[in-house]
């Protein structure tokens, strides 16, 4: 299930390590209560795909095949649209990784995982973070791993602005550089991402979509006269 992962990336003198975050999808059961124009996720793989199609392949570009990325999953939201959908979502995912064999895949069940991870998943002392992709849902305080996955309209596994504060600064390598694919975090959660961690978490003035992934290469896109800000 999880590959095995090289801890030498070649950045200078640093070893870094590139994460992906992936929230889950909202239930069809639940969405189809809403209006149409209003249904969120249609698409199982909206949180997935921009990880397997677009940024496992630039990141490897850019810091070479064995550079150390790590890919964390919300998996009780893909458990339960799984069950619902009656496709095999989690082999899936688990198969992206299997045809790169040096990124490395986390499964998590909660907010304080994610933020475990960011602090101790690997020796921060040897191994910095070069750069964090949020694929969620979110508003302007709170990412949302989770969103219509249990209760309508409501997320229960999210990391709230105020949760910021527990991210250890020390984390980060210099310099680096982290973006939120949700909507709105660039209006509020954005500051305070860089004010407690010193580095940049590029967000959305606006909303992002995810409708014409497909069509991008896996890459989501701004909302007309959105505009990205940190």
Known sequence: MVALISLTEAWGNDRREHIMVSGGPALLA?????????QHDK?????????????IPQLKKLYGKDASV???????AYEKRQRESGKPLISWIE?????????????FSKS?????YINRG????????????FYLHSNKYC??????????????????????????????????????????????MSGLWRKQTGTKLWGAI????????????????LSPRGRWAY
């Open 30 to 38: 639940w969405e189809k209560l809403r209006f149409e124009a209003d």
């Open 43 to 55: 698409f199982y793989f909206n949180f997935v795909r921009p990880v397997a199609w677009a940024r």
């Open 70 to 76: 790590t890919w964390l999953v919300y998996r009780p």
């Open 95 to 107: 198969s992206v990784v299997r045809k790169y064999p040096a990124v490395k895949l986390v499964w």
């Open 112 to 116: 304080d995982d994610v933020i475990n």
């Open 122 to 133: 690997q020796n921060r002392r040897k191994m910095k973070i070069g750069s964090i992709d």
């Open 143 to 188: 990412l949302m791993f989770d969103y219509s996955s249990e209760i309508l309209g409501c997320s229960k596994a999210f990391l709230h602005q105020r949760d910021i504060k527990k991210i250890k600064r020390s984390a980060f390598a210099k310099g680096a550089q982290s973006k939120s694919w949700g909507c709105h975090t660039g209006e509020s």
């Open 206 to 221: 606006g909303k992002t979509d995810y409708s014409d992934i497909s069509l991008n290469g896996g890459i989501p896109s």
